[in-house]
C-alpha cells in the first residue's frame, strides 16, 4: 500500500506544526497456522513481516532549505520489521488446558528519523485454567522470566514493558 500527502507534526520549538507532501510505503506478509499434534496437544505459529518505509519525503524548511530533513527511505517509527508468535496448547483433560506462548519483537524504531532504535525482545507467557460447569479459573504469568524490555518509545523517552504479572482469574460462562 502506498500512501500520498502524509501528515506528520514537526516540532519548531515548543510547538508542532503540521507538514504534507511525503509517502508512506505498507508492504509486508501476515501468516499463521494451527495444527493438532495429537488429540490434546495444539501447534500454533503466526508471522508477520513487514517493510514500512517513507517514500520520497522531505521536510522543508521554507527560511533555510539548509534544514531540509530528508526521511526518503527511512523505517517508520514503531513498526517492527517482523513479529513472530509460537507456542503450544495442552489439553490433558477436558476440564483443563495449559498454554505457552512465546512472542518475539524485532528491533523498531522510534523516531522518523531513525536515530534511534528499540532492540528486539522476546517474551514467554504460561497459562493453565481448569474448568467446572460455567464456572473457569485461571493462573496465569506474563512475562514468566521477568524480561527487561522496551516497547515503544520516541525521540526523547522510552516506554519500559510490563515486568511479570502474575495473574488469578475467574469467569463465569452464561448461555
Known sequence: MNEDGVVLSVRQGPFFVPTNSGQLRYKGVET?????ATPKVSLYV???????????FVIEDEENPANDVSLTGNRLAISPDH???????????????????????????????????????TLFDLAGSWRRGPIRVTLSAHNLFNQEYYWSGGSETLDPGSPRRVLVTTAVLFK
Open 32 to 36: 499463521g497456522v494451527r495444527v493438532a
Open 46 to 56: 503466526n508471522a508477520s513481516f513487514y517493510h514500512n518505509r517513507f517514500g520520497t
Open 83 to 121: 513479529v513472530v508468535n509460537w507456542g503450544a496448547t495442552i489439553t490433558p483433560t477436558s476440564s483443563t488446558n495449559i498454554t505457552f506462548d512465546v512472542k518475539h519483537v524485532g528491533d523498531t524504531a522510534t523516531d522518523r528519523e531513525n536515530t534511534f532504535t528499540v532492540p528486539a525482545y
